[in-house]
């Protein structure tokens, strides 16, 4: 288990934007050095819709994430990750054998919704 991080103030959490937003087409993604695959994210009509690469494998296929809900840092500089241009970083936990479990609403939230 990780030790706990630094505190940091509520205007150092307010500066990450973190949105919730549907999974409207995903894929595989082999080129990456670490199993992956590649989403595209729609968080309504204020953000559009945005791509990212997930290490989401071992619990998740393409094919079951759209239509699904996540959570996303939405706010970060996009990265380049191989042949993707990661706009933003999903969010997710790992469990006890260290792959990683989606962070996600659990009811359904509009797309581009924030975290309070």
């Known amino acids: 288990m990780a030790d706990a991080a630094p505190q940091i103030t509520s205007d150092d959490f307010l500066s990450v934007d973190i949105r919730a937003g549907t999974v409207t087409r995903a894929e595989p993604f082999p080129e990456a050095r670490k199993p992956a695959i590649r989403l595209w994210i729609d968080f309504g009509p204020e953000l559009g819709e945005k791509k990212s690469s997930a290490q989401i494998t071992e619990h998740y296929t393409p094919e079951a994430l759209v239509g699904r809900q996540v959570l996303a ?44």
Not at 84 to 99: F, K, P, Q, T
Request: hydrophobic letters at 45%; proline letters at 14%.
């Open 73 to 116: 840092v939405v706010n970060f500089p996009p990265r380049q990750i191989g042949p993707v241009r990661s706009e933003v970083l999903v969010l997710g936990i790992h469990d006890d054998s260290g792959a990683v479990v989606l962070a996600v609403p659990d009811k359904p939230a509009p797309d581009g919704a924030r975290l309070c």
